[in-house]
């Protein structure tokens, strides 16, 4: 053991902790999506091809045998937008743990603006945006490029607002547009009573590394979504803690 220690060279040590965190990224980044269930089918079918061999199945062998051969192009069709999700975080401070943070007075403008809405049964959609730009959704919305405030986030999500039927873009501090429209999920494991404002935010956010809270009309709830999942029912409070976590750890 001790001879073993001695032979590590610092290269292989350097080596094992990339492979680790990027490891440990990986995991983060498919924790609580659908890649967990697929990840776990594919796992099933491997241990029934294993089986087959021991017990001599040899029809269903044949079968996985073809099957497993070409298992990097399943696991890129099956895995494509999670594939897509982690790609675009790599290289971004994102990935590599430095977080773009915004401003207190502005978080507690989002967190006021959210509860706000909710006691008055207005439904919105804020999304806040980090590594990966969101140009092509702010193009098809109205450009304001205004100060973040809890008055300007009301009023734009007022059902009388011509552009309060889409989502708010945040970006360094600045209202940057509204009335935007984001692409619905087509994750078939997303629950059946979500509203198009959930979905449109659990859609964004698998494709992008955007945060985005959401403000029920119906049930006066508010979530937070963020890499595909969504964590419904959140106070004042918890809103705040969780924002300020994620923007300025």
């Known amino acids: 053991m001790v001879e073993l220690v001695s032979n590590l060279r610092i290269q292989d040590a350097i080596d094992i902790l990339i492979i680790a965190y990027v490891i440990y990224r990986i995991i983060d980044l498919i924790r609580g999506t659908r890649a967990i269930q697929m990840l776990t089918g594919l796992g099933v079918v491997f241990l029934i091809y294993l089986s087959s061999q021991s017990f001599q199945l040899y029809t269903l062998n044949w079968i996985l045998d073809n099957f497993l051969s070409s298992i ?4 890129v069709v099956i895995f494509q937008d999670d594939i897509r999700r982690a790609l ?3 290289g971004t401070r994102t990935f590599i743990g430095s977080e773009p943070k915004l401003q207190q007075q502005d978080l507690e403008e989002i967190v006021r603006a959210a509860v706000s809405l909710a006691s008055k049964r207005i439904g919105g959609l804020i999304v806040i945006q980090r590594e990966v730009g969101l140009n ?15 008055e300007l986030i009301g ?14 873009i945040i970006d360094q501090g600045r209202i940057i547009a509204a009335g935007c429209f984001l ?3 087509t994750n078939p494991y997303v629950s059946k009573t979500l509203g198009t404002r959930h979905r449109a935010a659990i859609g964004l956010t698998e494709e992008t590394d955007a945060i985005v809270v959401v403000v029920s009309e119906e049930d006066s709830t508010i ?3 963020r890499e595909g999942r969504i964590t419904r ?5 918890t809103l705040r803690n969780t924002l300020q976590k994620l923007l300025n750890p």
């Open 136 to 150: 092509q959704y702010m193009e098809v919305g109205t450009h304001l490029d205004a100060k973040v405030s809890r």
């Open 233 to 237: 029912g959140m106070d004042a409070g």
């Open 183 to 185: 692409t619905l999920t």
């Open 223 to 225: 979530s937070l979504v």
């Open 155 to 168: 009023s734009i999500f007022l059902p009388a607002s011509p552009i309060h039927d889409g989502a708010l």
């Open 88 to 90: 675009t975080q790599v």
């Open 72 to 75: 990097l192009l399943v696991i």
